[in-house]
């Protein structure tokens, strides 16, 4: 197998397996007791997931679809949606979507709950949905306060309850509150709990085409004066790419000593935004690849599977690469190979985990894909042939054939 390299070949490796750990990675000459041929085969650490809502997904068209496919067509569906929901539509639909991702190599999840409902249903299902995955699957819960923590004042509380209630971290979402100054007090509040708790911090950030939301850099700011720096993680941030030039740079320096990960979600926003601009339109998402260049961690994020906020989905991280090779003009060699890291390592950077990678002594867990390098996976969007978890093999896949019946 093939491990993903820069410009130079690292050349074919066998991965050895004992007792749930990487034991030998290299050229293995001895039998093992079970083997399995990798030749024409990536092998790679897992797929993260850095940002998902598993308490949304598989509700598109309930009970109507987005027919503008925009976020507030979306939110007010979702409002309607969030009324029917119960501790079991939760958990059904996320453990369905779970298995999914599991098939599709992501063993790594960041889930946002959304907290703006009293009893915290979503959240207390996908609690014990992280407990009962455990032993396949690593799930962070972040409370997500969806309708603001300003504009829904029950929402502060509600997040400290969260805390309590074990998540890991918390989100703010500063640009739909109702102005500017309400926007900087619900990051405040954000920070001092996350402070308070020492959790992660996972902010919806300026996800709107408007050069004027600049909460990012007050995130990295306060990511700075906290001292939580890379537990800080700022979604979307799509609003940058209206930045001018000049505000930008500075931005981009503050995030890089911040140490602030920046979360790209290229499906999702690619189709909502730039609804409101006339011609020629925003591509949607963040500037990746400067904030790559400036040394920012980076991870782009599949996000929504068929919400009232993005009808389509399927969960698979390499068409969210593949796309982002698209919208950010990354398709040079090593910046494939590049993105291909924003949906394993870097995205691991963001979850901060602390076991993962091919290393001897890990966890065995990793993922074998047909291709030859990164240019295969992302142009091909290939099935894991097979998915490992700590030493266990949790999914296959046997690639689909086609079968010719002329001459040509
Ligand atoms: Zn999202």
């Keep these: 197998m093939r491990r993903l390299g820069h410009s130079e070949d690292l050349g074919p490796v066998d991965i050895g397996v004992k007792n749930g750990k990487i034991a030998m ?11 399995i041929d990798g030749v024409g085969h990536m092998l790679l650490p897992p797929f993260v997931e ?37 501790y079991e539509d939760v958990t059904e639909r996320a453990e369905k979507v779970l298995r999914m991702q599991m098939a599709a190599g992501i063993l790594h999840v960041r889930t946002q709950a959304d907290i703006s409902d009293p009893n915290l249903t979503a959240l207390r299902a996908l609690l014990a949905l992280r407990e009962r995955v455990k032993p396949y699957m690593y799930l962070q819960v972040i409370a997500f306060p969806q309708d603001g923590i300003r504009a829904c004042p029950d929402n502060e509380r509600r997040l400290e309850q969260a805390l309590e209630l074990g998540v890991d971290g918390i989100g703010a979402i500063p640009h739909l ?25 996972h902010v919806f950030c300026d996800e709107m085409d408007d050069a004027h939301s600049t909460f990012l850099e007050n995130v990295a700011h306060l990511a700075i004066r906290s001292g939580l720096r890379e537990r800080v993680t700022a979604a979307h941030a799509n609003a940058a790419a209206y930045y001018s030039g000049a505000y930008f740079q500075k931005v981009q320096g503050l995030l890089a ?11 999702i926003n690619s189709a909502m935004q730039g609804r409101y601009d006339g011609y020629p339109k925003g591509r949607g998402i963040t500037r990746i690849k400067e904030l790559w260049s400036a040394g920012v961690n980076v991870s782009i994020a599949h996000d929504d599977i068929q919400t009232p906020f993005y009808p389509l989905g399927t969960g698979n991280m390499l068409q969210a690469a593949h796309i982002a090779a698209h919208l950010a003009h990354m398709t040079g060699r090593e910046e494939v190979a590049e993105l291909v890291r924003m949906i394993t390592t870097r995205a691991a950077n963001t979850l901060q985990l602390k076991e993962y990678g091919l290393k001897l002594g890990q966890p065995a867990s990793f993922i074998m894909l047909p291709g030859n390098d990164a240019m295969d996976l992302v142009r091909e969007q290939p099935s894991c042939r097979y998915v490992v978890s700590q030493g266990r093999i949790v999914a296959e896949t046997v690639p689909a054939r086609s079968q010719m019946f002329t001459a040509l």
């Design 25 to 35: 990675l290299g050229h293995i000459g001895e039998q093992g007791e079970r083997e």
């Design 177 to 201: 509150e109702p102005t500017r100054e309400e926007g900087l007090a619900s990051l405040e509040i954000c920070f001092n709990l996350a402070e308070k708790y020492g959790c992660f911090v």
């Design 257 to 267: 000593r911040s140490g602030v990960n920046v979360v790209c979600c290229p499906l």
């Design 50 to 86: 850095s940002h998902i809502h598993l308490d949304t997904v598989l509700t598109a068209g309930e009970p109507a679809w987005n027919e503008s496919g925009t976020l507030f067509e979306g939110i007010g569906l979702w409002q309607k949606r969030k009324q029917a929901l119960t």
